[in-house]
């Protein structure tokens, strides 16, 4: 199982998984928690890897202000408008790479409104 997976798994189980120190920080009921501590414990590399990634500033602000330029110069966007449609694209590309629980409950919720 990839830690992704496994971290919506554990979310789905009402349990949050964190990173402090190094060292995973579970939350949840006792036995909520029970279920999935030998999960945790076989992918715990993975999850800290993945929980402690830090995002790369530059790039985020590198992917923002290109697609602020794509939206205003070939989409003919005023100023404006283009630069709030790259930071919901910038926030969204972020939630998605670090922090792929929420970006899988948000994607869930719009899904069951949409269709």
Not at 68 to 84: G, L, W
Request: hydrophobic residues 35%.
């Amino acid at each position: 199982m990839k830690a992704e997976a496994l971290l919506n798994y554990v979310s789905s189980r009402d349990v949050s998984v964190s990173v402090k120190d190094g060292s995973l920080v579970v939350k949840g009921h006792n036995h909520d928690v029970a279920e999935v501590t030998s999960l945790l414990r076989q992918h715990k590399g993975e999850l800290i890897a993945l929980l402690s990634s830090k995002p790369n500033g530059n790039d985020l602000k590198h992917f923002y202000e290109e697609r602020a330029s794509i939206y205003q110069f070939d989409s003919n966007f005023i100023k404006e408008e283009a630069e709030r449609w790259a930071f919901q694209d910038a926030l969204t590309s972020y939630v998605r790479e670090h922090h792929p629980t929420i970006y899988a409950q948000v994607e869930k919720l719009t899904s069951d409104v949409i269709h």
